[in-house]
């Protein structure tokens, strides 16, 4: 394909199927950015929202209340009987997915912006490397997918919000329930997450010409001392 014909469309798919090409070609079209990052944000608060709307609330109220430790002081289900209602979760979720997904970004962002400064110096500007973790990042949009998919095949709308994430390495290997040491660490790592790395490592090494393993490492590095001491804290 001629590097002039090349679209955003393009780009899109070639991230998933194709993405060395996705990940070159990107580098310099910094504007497009905006279509990963508003269809990776689109995407979540348009299943939070609809599961909002689509969950049997109260049976949700009374299951948040369930897993609340045993020693909790009795106005602690009140206290989340009063701060639960539909209207406040669908606002919360989606300042949330808008303030986390950016944060996440802008970090990223600054991370791989002084990792390359220090191990390669290619000149490379942050707003790039901001669009970088946009590109690199837009696979997750199967998690959402994901989520849609155990919604419209449920047998009821009684329905967890951990039972949404089944990409998750909890759902797939540990197994933990809602309280227990593993359950939230588990549901915060997804095979997704993995796919993303790659991306990650695939794309620093185009971008600045450092080895392989290099750019494996300078990639990874932050997930694994997060997860690793979140690990050891269990």
Same mark, same amino acid.
């Given at each position: 394909?001629?590097?002039?014909?090349?679209?955003?469309?393009?780009?899109?798919?070639?991230?998933?199927?194709?993405?060395?090409?996705?990940?070159?070609?990107?580098?310099?079209?910094?504007?497009?950015?905006?279509?990963?990052?508003?269809?990776?944000?689109?995407?979540?608060?348009?299943?939070?929202?609809?599961?909002?709307?689509?969950?049997?609330?109260?049976?949700?109220?009374?299951?948040?209340?369930?897993?609340?430790?045993?020693?909790?002081?009795?106005?602690?289900?009140?206290?989340?009987?009063?701060?639960?209602?539909?209207?406040?979760?669908?606002?919360?979720?989606?300042?949330?997915?808008?303030?986390?997904?950016?944060?996440?970004?802008?970090?990223?962002?600054?991370?791989?912006?002084?990792?390359?400064?220090?191990? $390669? !110096? @290619?000149?490379?500007?942050?707003?790039?490397?901001? =669009?970088?973790?946009? +590109?690199?990042?837009?696979? *997750? #949009?199967?998690?959402?997918?994901?989520?849609?998919?155990?919604?419209?095949?449920?047998?009821?709308?009684?329905?967890?919000?951990?039972?949404?994430?089944?990409?998750?390495?909890?759902?797939?290997?540990?197994?933990?329930?809602?309280?227990?040491?593993?359950?939230?660490?588990?549901?915060?790592?997804?095979?997704?997450?993995?796919?993303?790395?790659?991306?990650?490592?695939?794309?620093?090494?185009?971008? $600045? !010409? @450092?080895?392989?393993?290099?750019?494996?490492?300078? =990639?990874?590095?932050? +997930?694994?001392?997060?997860? *690793? #001491?979140?690990?050891?804290?269990?």
């Amino acid at each position: 394909m001629n590097t002039q014909n090349y679209t955003v469309i393009n780009a899109l798919t070639d991230i998933i199927a194709a993405p060395v090409r996705a990940l070159t070609e990107v580098k310099e079209r910094t504007s497009w950015l905006w279509w990963p990052l508003l269809i990776s944000i689109a995407l979540p608060i348009v299943g939070n929202l609809y599961y909002v709307n689509w969950v049997d609330f109260e049976w949700l109220v009374n299951e948040t209340i369930r897993t609340l430790p045993p020693d909790s002081p009795p106005e602690s289900a009140q206290a989340v009987r009063d701060f639960m209602s539909p209207q406040q979760s669908m606002i919360f979720g989606v300042i949330g997915i808008v303030v986390i997904v950016f944060l996440v970004y802008v970090i990223q962002a600054a991370y791989l912006h002084l990792a390359n400064k220090v191990s $390669t !110096g @290619a000149e490379i500007r942050f707003g790039q490397w901001f =669009a970088f973790s946009a +590109w690199t990042a837009f696979p *997750g #949009i199967f998690n959402a997918i994901a989520m849609f998919v155990v919604i419209f095949t449920a047998a009821s709308n009684q329905l967890g919000q951990d039972s949404l994430i089944p990409l998750s390495i909890n759902s797939l290997i540990i197994g933990a329930e809602p309280g227990e040491p593993w359950f939230t660490w588990g549901n915060s790592l997804t095979v997704v997450n993995f796919w993303m790395l790659g991306l990650m490592s695939i794309g620093y090494r185009i971008w $600045t !010409g @450092a080895s392989m393993v290099a750019s494996t490492i300078i =990639a990874c590095l932050p +997930w694994a001392l997060i997860f *690793g #001491i979140w690990a050891a804290l269990i």
